[in-house]
């Protein structure tokens, strides 16, 4: 049995939701063991519901099966949406039987007005937190406009498709055939690399802010949620909403909420946000800040907003390793996300460059998927947690270099190995591998404001108690700035800080 008792009692509150009668088409070969697993896990999901009926057909895929609707352009999984992808599948069932998707109508629009024939397939891993949002986006379009199809393919399941293909990282998108998209995204995200970017005429007669807060993660969203509970005019630009929360598997310490996922955290954020009337522009990135009469900024899209008072909140990213190959194989083998990419290196040897929290989690996770995991620290210590060193120290198909120094990602189409020195010493070793993470921690994102505004040695923004930066009505909130400790909790405390900080500004001046 595929759906057992708690898959069972996970999907069956969703049967109710069902609003017209679907239909499971099912392509899959009883002689393969993976067309006995398609056969039977479609015969367990229409015994769900009496909604749900099942048939034969001819699929444009093998071992596959499709939801479909009298009427409506379904959705094709070829393989099983299990793991990160449960949701895939309900949403799936869900839409094609005529619920309509929670997205604003303005995208229903745009997604509506695609004319040309596309269609996408998407390879995924069921452990990757990465996927679903890509394959819900794109079974969304599907289910919406006929001239769209999508596949999900498992990765898992077409091993073989996979290595031919090249894909060594998920979610990696193939549009009519040619590699489109890698990483996560959302609907939005999507649809701009699809029909280009919104004009940016709508941002040219916009009125100054009293608050325009640049940064949409957690401390982003406190920000502007503090300002516009005061009645004032407020702005949010986010290159991606959310932040680095969308990274991240599952939270535990945001205290008052045991368990979170981060994807899910991310879209509370918004939900949260949208109940005031916060200006929320996503996917627009600031590049430059100005103080004149009022504070300017700039976007890449060329618009310029006014604001009598910015919040920065523009976090961190992951820290680049700067060697030659890391860019070039970025990818193609050389990975930051252990959950998404690593059962794609499932019997290989991989390295992770970083021994830090996040680099010896990362080779603990590795180790139970990969043959043998390589850990380079370039300090002659690694720096993770006690408790993490002594559960990597169990591991027997682990080997740890401290005190060198990565020089060079190697390989032809993909990553082959990676070349090292010892620090102090000329010589270089070999290493033949399959695939490197890197995992070498976040720099703060404030190159933009280099020469602006007061940074740290380390490019953080430099804040007071309250937030303020030396620029005046200018504050900060927190992974871009010089906070010791980088957490969500704290972003948002310091979100809020800035947020009062601000308006206590405004009232004085
Ligand atoms: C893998 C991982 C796991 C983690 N796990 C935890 C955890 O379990 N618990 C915990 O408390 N913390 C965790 N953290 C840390 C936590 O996510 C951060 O401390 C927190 O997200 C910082 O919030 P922030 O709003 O300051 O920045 P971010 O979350 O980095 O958000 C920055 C925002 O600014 C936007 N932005 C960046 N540059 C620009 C620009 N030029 N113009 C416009 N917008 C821009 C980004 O798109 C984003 O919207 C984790 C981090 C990672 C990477």
């Not at 001819?58 to 094709?76: D, H, M, P, Q, W």
């Not at 993490?388 to 198909?397: D, P």
Request: net charge negative; proline share 4%.
């Amino acid at each position: 049995m595929i759906l057992d008792e708690t898959l069972r009692a996970q999907l069956m509150p969703y049967m109710d939701l069902l609003e017209n009668p679907i239909i499971l088409k099912v392509d899959a070969d009883l002689e393969s063991e993976n067309g006995k697993k398609i056969v039977e896990f479609t015969d367990e999901l229409a015994s769900l519901s009496e909604m749900i009926s099942k048939e034969t057909a001819k699929l444009n895929r093998k071992t596959a099966f499709s939801i479909e609707r009298e009427g409506v352009s379904g959705v094709l999984f070829s393989g099983l949406p299990l793991g990160h992808e449960l949701n895939s599948l309900v949403l799936a069932l869900v839409q094609v039987s005529g619920r309509p998707p929670r997205i604003e109508q303005e995208l229903v629009e745009r997604i509506q007005a695609i004319q040309n024939p596309l269609h996408f397939e998407t390879y995924v891993s069921l452990t990757c937190h990465n996927c679903p949002d890509v394959v819900q986006a794109l079974n969304t379009m599907s289910i919406l406009n006929p001239n769209i199809s999508h596949t999900m393919i498992e990765g898992g399941m077409f091993q073989e498709e996979v290595e031919a293909k090249g894909i060594m990282a998920v979610p990696t998108v193939f549009k009519n055939g040619e590699e489109f998209h890698n990483g996560r995204a959302s609907l939005e995200e999507l649809l701009e690399k699809i029909t280009g970017p919104e004009s940016s005429e709508a941002f040219f007669d916009k009125d100054p802010y009293d608050v325009l807060v640049v940064g949409g993660g957690p401390a982003g969203a406190s920000a502007a949620i503090y300002a516009a509970r005061k009645g004032i005019r407020t702005g949010l630009i986010a290159e991606r909403f959310g932040g680095q929360p969308l990274e991240t598997l599952g939270i535990e310490n945001l205290i008052g909420t045991p368990y979170v996922e981060g994807v899910q955290l991310g879209r509370q954020l918004e939900e949260h946000v949208k109940k005031y009337p916060v200006d929320l522009m996503n996917l627009q990135k600031a590049v430059k800040l100005e103080k004149k009469d009022l504070i300017e900024v700039s976007l890449e899209n060329g618009a310029l907003l006014k604001s009598k008072s910015v919040i920065i909140s523009t976090g961190a990213r992951w820290r680049d390793l700067g060697i030659p190959g890391e860019q070039e194989f970025k990818t193609k083998g050389v990975a930051y996300c252990p959950h998404c990419d690593g059962p794609l290196f499932a019997g290989k040897d991989v390295a992770v460059i970083g021994g830090g929290n996040s680099g010896i989690e990362a080779a603990i996770d590795l180790a139970g998927l990969v043959r043998h995991v390589t850990v380079l620290e370039f300090l002659p210590e690694l720096k993770a947690d006690k408790i993490l060193q002594e559960k990597l120290a169990t591991l027997n198909n682990v080997t740890v270099l401290t005190n060198v120094e990565t020089k060079e990602i190697l390989g032809d189409d993909k990553v082959r190995g990676l070349n090292y020195q010892v620090r102090g010493s000329k010589e270089t070793v070999h290493l033949e591998l399959a695939g490197v993470f890197v995992l070498i921690g976040l720099v703060p994102n404030t190159q933009w404001l280099e020469g602006t505004i007061d940074l740290s040695a380390r490019g953080e923004i430099l804040t007071d108690k309250v937030g303020a930066t030396n620029l005046p009505g200018v504050f900060a909130a927190g992974d871009c700035t010089d906070s010791v400790y980088k957490q969500i909790i704290i972003s948002m405390g310091t979100g809020a800080t800035a947020s009062l900080g601000a308006f206590d500004y405004l009232i004085r001046n």
